[in-house]
């Protein structure tokens, strides 16, 4: 049965694991907006083109997907505590390889290996977050968690500003040394939901399987606004937006970079808000009105023809965004319940965001280099709309029950 409401001042508090896996979320998210700026950078460094330096981007997202099937059998089998660790080691190892890296084909090999890390510490703290998290309050939780990615994100360019004059390796070895750390500290702080997780040796809570999980209208949705947000904020926001503001302002460079922070800052006023608006009044409410929101702000890109139109899409982009976040993670978490062993769900809407931030950039690509960026972007708004459409069908409840 859905759950039933909170009464005001009686919200549970939020677990210290969570807060644990919270902290690890803005040390990674840090690390990646540390080396994120130079990555392809590097890649140049070794006589290669500009495509094999943007597949070295690629190739990371390209491994997620593959693997993320993996991760979700690992977190069902292993316990999360353990898939999570080891994946935050495996990207750790993988970014130490990269710093010393005397190669493109190397560098290509060590990134892709950091992928299959990335999805595994990915799946395994969704289905701990699901497990732990209080139905009450799940919104909130997907939203703090999201915040600190973001933040993580931002601040990471920063600091890698700072490090920059000492060249393109001293970031990956600052990355890997953080996340050994921070797998130290996750470790022996999950060490307690680890022991309880292993020693159910019968595994008293059933598993729910990515088909069974599809009987849910919910899961479904979740599985389109997910591939629709890959498309859109993963891909063509990182891919696109840039390129289009290069070739249509004259200081086309610089306001790309204040588009993408200022996006990054809509994400953040909203995403507290998102979290709040799920679970007092509903998962649906907040993924409809969010992801309309961004959809028809990235429709409108093409026709950005001003800087103040372009950067009032971009806030608003982000903005709607991060409302609908925090309410589509809740809901991935209601279908799964804590009563149900969820690597495979979870795994199967990952692959779905994940296939949605490949395909969005070469798709619309593709549409720019023929018939320009305004189809580019009307295709991507259209994605968009068409993943909001499924959430019509989705009850109004402020949460869904497991699927059976």
């Known amino acids: 049965m859905p759950d039933s409401p909170t009464a005001a001042g009686t919200l549970p508090r939020v677990p210290g694991e969570i807060k644990v896996l919270i902290c690890a979320a803005f040390v990674i998210a840090i690390g990646f907006g540390l080396i994120a700026p130079v990555l392809p950078q590097f890649a140049r460094s070794f006589d290669v083109g500009i495509a094999a330096a943007g597949f070295i981007v690629s190739v990371f997202a390209v491994t997620r997907l593959a693997f993320a099937p993996a991760s979700g059998r690992m977190t069902d089998r292993l316990g999360e505590p353990v898939v999570y660790v080891g994946g935050v080691l495996v990207v750790?190892?993988?970014?130490?390889?990269?710093?010393v890296a005397d190669g493109y084909v190397q560098l290509l090999l060590f990134r892709a290996l950091g992928g299959i890390g990335s999805t595994m510490f990915t799946v395994s703290a969704m289905a701990l977050i699901t497990r732990l998290a209080p139905p009450q309050i799940r919104g909130r939780i997907s939203g703090y968690y999201a915040t600190a990615f973001l933040t993580g994100n931002i601040a990471g360019p920063v600091l890698g500003g700072l490090v920059a004059g000492f060249g393109y390796r001293l970031p990956f070895f600052i990355y890997g040394g953080a996340l050994v750390v921070a797998a130290a500290i996750v470790y022996f702080s999950l060490l307690g939901v680890g022991g309880r997780r292993r020693a159910r040796t019968t595994d008293?809570?059933?598993k729910l399987g990515f088909r069974a999980a599809l009987a849910s209208p919910v899961y479904r949705a979740c599985l389109a606004s997910g591939f629709a947000n890959g498309w859109s904020t993963f891909g063509v926001r990182v891919a696109l937006v840039p390129l289009f503001a290069v070739q249509t302002f004259s200081n086309g460079v610089a306001i790309a970079g204040i588009s993408l922070a200022l996006f990054a800052a809509g994400n953040a006023a909203t995403l507290g808000l998102g979290?709040?608006?799920?679970?007092?009044?509903?998962?649906r409410g907040p993924v409809l009105a969010g992801l309309a929101t961004a959809s028809i702000a990235t429709l409108l890109f093409g026709f950005a023809d001003t800087v103040p139109l372009f950067i009032a899409l971009s806030v608003l982009a982000g903005a709607g965004t991060g409302l609908m976040n925090p309410a589509q993670q809740a809901a991935v978490a209601d279908v799964v319940g804590q009563d149900h062993q969820g690597g495979q769900a979870l795994a199967g809407f990952q692959m779905a965001t994940d296939l949605g931030a490949i395909a969005g950039p070469v798709?619309?690509?593709?549409l720019a280099d023929a018939y320009g960026y305004g189809w580019a972007f009307a295709a991507t708004?259209?994605?968009g709309l068409l993943g909001t459409a499924t959430w019509l069908g989705v009850p109004p409840s402020r949460s869904a029950p497991a699927a059976g």
Request: aromatic share 4%.
């Open 275 to 283: 979290g709040r608006l799920a679970d007092t009044w509903g998962r």
């Open 92 to 99: 750790a190892v993988s970014t130490l390889l990269c710093a």
């Open 204 to 206: 008293l809570r059933p």
């Open 363 to 366: 798709a619309a690509g593709l």
């Open 381 to 383: 708004g259209l994605v």
